[in-house]
C-alpha cells in the first residue's frame, strides 16, 4: 500500500515537472467558465413529470481552480430520497460545454456536452445516460436562464420532442 502510494506522488511530481519543463501553463478560466459561474449558490429545485411532483435543493459552486462547476442536489423522487451530483465545464479544445452526471437512482454516469446560445440564453446538451428502464438512452438537456435567479431545465429522453421532465430552479435569497 505505502509503495503504491509512492508510486503515485512520484508521478503526480513527474508531471508537474514535465508541464513545467515544457513552459505549459496551467488552463485558466474563461468567458465560458464565467457563464456557469453565475450559477453559483443555492437554489430550490421544483420538478414535474412523469405524473409526479417533486422538490428538493440544488448546490451549485465553482471549483478546481474555477474551471468546473460542480453540483449537489437533495430532494426526493416519486417518495423516495433522491441525491445527484455533476460537473459541468468547458472544453476549450472542444469549444463545447462538457458535464458528467451521477446519482442514487442509477449505477451509470450521464456524460452530456453541448453549446450555449446568448441570444436565446439557453445551454443545450445532448448524450447519452440511463434511461428510465436502466439502459443507455440518448439525452437531451436544455436550460433557459429566465434572469439571474430563476432557470427553467427539460430533460428530453430518447427521440421525444416532449421532455420527459421539467426542473425549475429558483435562487434562495
Given at each position: 500500500?505505502?509503495?503504491?502510494?509512492?508510486?503515485?506522488?512520484?508521478?503526480?511530481?513527474?508531471?508537474?515537472?514535465t508541464?513545467?519543463?515544457?513552459?505549459?501553463e496551467?488552463?485558466?478560466?474563461?468567458?465560458?467558465?464565467?457563464?456557469?459561474?453565475?450559477?453559483?449558490?443555492?437554489?430550490?429545485?421544483?420538478m414535474?413529470?412523469?405524473?409526479?411532483?417533486?422538490?428538493?435543493?440544488?448546490?451549485?459552486?465553482m471549483?478546481?481552480?474555477?474551471?468546473?462547476?460542480?453540483?449537489?442536489?437533495?430532494?426526493?423522487?416519486?417518495?423516495?430520497?433522491?441525491?445527484?451530483?455533476?460537473?459541468?465545464?468547458?472544453?476549450?479544445?472542444?469549444?463545447?460545454?462538457?458535464?458528467?452526471?451521477?446519482?442514487?437512482?442509477?449505477?451509470?454516469?450521464m456524460?452530456m456536452?453541448?453549446?450555449?446560445?446568448?441570444?436565446?440564453?439557453?445551454?443545450?446538451?445532448?448524450?447519452?445516460?440511463?434511461?428510465?428502464?436502466g439502459?443507455?438512452?440518448?439525452?437531451?438537456?436544455?436550460?433557459?436562464?429566465?434572469?439571474?435567479?430563476?432557470?427553467?431545465?427539460?430533460?428530453?429522453?430518447?427521440?421525444?420532442k416532449?421532455?420527459?421532465?421539467?426542473?425549475?430552479?429558483?435562487?434562495?435569497?
Open positions: 500500500m505505502k509503495s503504491n502510494r509512492c508510486l503515485i506522488a512520484a508521478v503526480v511530481v513527474g508531471l508537474i515537472v508541464a513545467g519543463s515544457r513552459g505549459q496551467f488552463p485558466k478560466p474563461g468567458p465560458e467558465h464565467e457563464m456557469l459561474k453565475k450559477m453559483e449558490g443555492t437554489w430550490d429545485a421544483k414535474t413529470g412523469m405524473g409526479m411532483e417533486s422538490k428538493g435543493t440544488m448546490v451549485y459552486k471549483e478546481l481552480g474555477g474551471l468546473f462547476l460542480t453540483s449537489t442536489f437533495e430532494g426526493d423522487f416519486g417518495g423516495q430520497k433522491f441525491t445527484g451530483k455533476g460537473f459541468d465545464g468547458y472544453d476549450s479544445m472542444k469549444k463545447k460545454f462538457v458535464g458528467v452526471w451521477v446519482d442514487s437512482m442509477s449505477f451509470s454516469p456524460m456536452e453541448g453549446t450555449y446560445d446568448k441570444d436565446k440564453k439557453q445551454l443545450t446538451m445532448t448524450g447519452e445516460g440511463p434511461g428510465l428502464d439502459k443507455p438512452t440518448k439525452h437531451k438537456m436544455v436550460t433557459e436562464f429566465k434572469d439571474a435567479d430563476t432557470m427553467i431545465m427539460n430533460m428530453f429522453m430518447g427521440d421525444t416532449d421532455p420527459g421532465f421539467t426542473i425549475v430552479f429558483t435562487r434562495k435569497k
